[in-house]
């Protein structure tokens, strides 16, 4: 009759138990991850799922503009291409071998260095990457300030050596010139040895 009507019960208890694994997986994410220095992600067919607060602050976006993001967007330009190569090894069920630096395009403009490191694991039921980046700017800075430090020093020492030999030159010429005619300067044996004496010092010098 009019009053007749019909139900239909569906067992989504399955569904249920999946999405408490997944909420207590994130629940674990985020409380081993929450205080660590090291930037953490966990990226699932490219695009960034997880961003715990260390890569927030790596580079000065929001929480909110990372997740979703694909994490070429905040790779510098010229280094785009390597990057993509390196990414495309991460579908393989191995961590890298190595770690692989690059730099970042922060918020602000500015240029910061990471050197990354991945592992597979399983997100939401799906194979996604664990990629941890540690922050090397400071050491980079470093590394390329020694670099000019020393290219400096070099320079330095190279203009000295050339301002000492530089008047020994002639020292050296004239004293090799009345050795190898003593009789002709009328120059004795004895002055000879002496003056053998001071080419052998100047050539020690040069």
Not at 46 to 66: D, K, L, M, Q, W
Not at 136 to 159: A, C
Request: some cysteine.
């Amino acid at each position: 009759g009019d009053g007749t009507g019909s139900c239909s019960v569906v067992n989504i208890n399955a569904r249920k138990l999946a999405e408490k694994l997944n909420n207590d997986n994130m629940m674990k994410y985020r409380q081993l991850t929450e205080g660590s220095p090291t930037s953490i992600l966990i990226v699932q067919n490219g695009y960034i799922r997880f961003a715990n607060p260390s890569f927030v602050t790596f580079v000065g976006h929001s929480a909110a503009e990372i997740t979703g993001k694909n994490l070429g967007a905040f790779i510098e330009p010229s280094d785009l291409e390597a990057f993509n190569e390196f990414a495309a090894k991460w579908v393989q069920k191995f961590p890298t071998k190595h770690a692989k630096e690059f730099h970042f395009q922060t918020k602000t403009g500015e240029i910061r260095v990471g050197s990354l490191f991945t592992n597979q694991v399983i997100h939401m039921g799906s194979p996604a990457t664990l990629i941890n980046i540690v922050d090397i700017t400071e050491k980079q800075r470093l590394e390329d300030q020694i670099h000019k430090d020393n290219e400096r020093r070099r320079g330095v020492i190279v203009t000295v050596a050339h301002e000492l030999r530089t008047p020994l030159q002639p020292i050296l010429g004239y004293l090799n010139l009345l050795i190898s005619d003593a009789e002709g300067f009328g120059i004795s044996e004895d002055t000879k040895k002496i003056l053998d004496r001071c080419l052998a010092s100047v050539d020690r010098e040069r």
